[in-house]
C-alpha cells in the first residue's frame, strides 16, 4: 500500500471507529431504560464475542491455544472489556451519553503517561504532546466544569476509572498480545469470550431481575453488541496492531463529537456555541497527535503496520 493510500485507511479507520465507539454511549443509555447495568455489560459481551467468533471462525482462523496467551488475554480483557464496560452502565444511570462519551476522551492522557512510564513513548514530538494536551483542553471546554453546580459524583468518577482502565487495556495489548502471530480476529474474539466469563460471575448483584424485551430494545441490544462492541472492538485492536496504543487511544478523543452529537439529536441532550467549540478544538488537537513521520527502525515491533494489498478482518 503507497503513503498516500496508507494515510488514507489509516484516517479511514479512525473515523469509522470513531463513529462507532462513539455512538456506544446512546446504545448504553437507551439500553438501560430497560435493562440492568449487569444486564447491559453481560449482552454486549455475549453478542460481540459470537461476532467475532463466527468472523475468526468463518477466516478459517483459530483462538489462541496456548495457557500462556491466554493468560495475557484474561489479564487484557478485565482492563479493556470487563471492567470498563460495567463501569460505563453504572455511570450512564446518572450522567448523560454525551459527557460520558466527553469523560472516555481522557484515555489518551491516561494512555500517554502510561506510556512514557513504561517506556513504549520514548522521544515524544512536541507537536503530538501539545495535540494531546490542545485535545484536552477541548474536552475541558465542552464538559464545563465551571459551569457545575454540585459534585460530578460517582457516575462520572466511574466514567473516569473506565478511560483511564481502557488505557492500561491498550497499553498492556500493545506490550503482550499484538506482534506475536496471532490475527487480530482470533485475539479480539478470544478476549471478548474471556470478558463473558468474567462477567457472567457478576449475575447475582442484579443481572438476574426479570425484564421484558420488546422490539426497540432487542434492536438496540443487537447494535450495540453486534456492531458497538463486536465490530467496534475489533477495529480497536487492528488500530493498536498498526499504530500502537497510544494511536488507538487518541480515538478518544473524537468520541465526544460523535456522543455529544448524537446525545443532543436523539436523546435531547444539551448543545451549545460552547461545545460546538470545544468539539472544533478536539478535532484540531487530534489532527496534531497524528502529525508524525514515524519509520521502520523507531518503532517497536508490535508497532510496525503490515502492508497487506487489502485490509485484513
Not at 479507520?13 to 444486564?39: I, K, N
Not at 470498563?84 to 476522551?105: C, E, K, M, R, Y
Not at 457545575?148 to 506490550?175: D, E, H, K, N, Q
Request: proline share 5%; charged share 10%.
Amino acid at each position: 500500500m503507497n503513503g498516500v493510500a496508507g494515510k488514507t485507511w489509516a484516517w479511514a479507520r479512525v473515523g469509522v471507529l470513531a463513529l462507532l465507539w462513539g455512538s456506544t454511549f446512546l446504545w448504553v443509555e437507551l439500553a438501560l431504560d430497560a435493562l440492568t447495568p449487569v444486564q447491559v455489560t453481560l449482552s454486549r459481551c455475549v453478542l460481540g464475542s459470537i461476532t467475532l467468533l463466527v468472523a475468526c471462525l468463518g477466516s478459517g482462523r483459530r483462538l489462541p491455544q496456548d495457557r500462556a496467551t491466554w493468560g495475557h488475554i484474561g489479564v487484557a480483557a478485565f482492563f479493556c472489556n470487563a471492567l470498563p464496560f460495567a463501569l460505563f452502565s453504572i455511570g450512564q444511570q446518572t450522567i448523560d451519553s454525551g459527557v460520558a462519551g466527553v469523560l472516555n476522551a481522557t484515555t489518551p492522557l491516561w494512555s500517554l503517561l502510561i506510556g512514557v512510564v513504561i517506556g513504549s513513548e520514548r522521544g515524544l514530538r512536541p507537536v503530538r504532546l501539545g495535540g494531546l494536551l490542545f485535545g484536552f483542553t477541548g474536552v475541558v471546554l465542552i464538559f464545563a466544569p465551571w459551569q457545575t453546580t454540585g459534585p460530578v459524583g460517582w457516575g462520572a468518577l466511574a466514567i473516569v476509572v473506565a478511560a483511564a482502565s481502557y488505557a492500561i487495556g491498550f497499553a498492556y495489548m500493545g506490550r503482550n498480545l499484538v506482534g506475536k502471530g496471532f490475527p487480530t480476529i482470533s485475539l479480539s474474539a478470544a478476549q471478548l469470550i474471556a470478558a463473558t466469563g468474567m462477567t457472567a460471575v457478576t449475575l447475582p448483584a442484579g443481572g438476574l431481575t426479570s425484564i421484558e424485551i420488546g422490539p426497540k430494545t432487542l434492536i438496540v441490544v443487537l447494535i450495540l453488541g453486534v456492531v458497538a462492541t463486536g465490530i467496534t472492538f475489533h477495529l480497536t485492536y487492528r488500530i493498536i496492531a498498526a499504530e500502537g496504543a497510544t494511536n488507538a487511544a487518541t480515538v478518544g478523543y473524537l468520541l465526544p463529537v460523535v456522543s455529544v452529537a448524537l446525545g443532543a439529536i436523539v436523546l435531547d441532550e444539551g448543545f451549545s456555541l460552547r461545545i460546538a467549540a470545544g468539539m472544533v478544538v478536539v478535532l484540531v488537537g487530534v489532527g496534531l497527535t497524528r502529525l508524525r513521520k514515524p519509520t521502520p527502525s523507531t518503532l517497536a515491533p508490535e508497532e510496525i503496520p503490515a502492508a497487506p494489498a487489502t485490509p485484513r478482518i
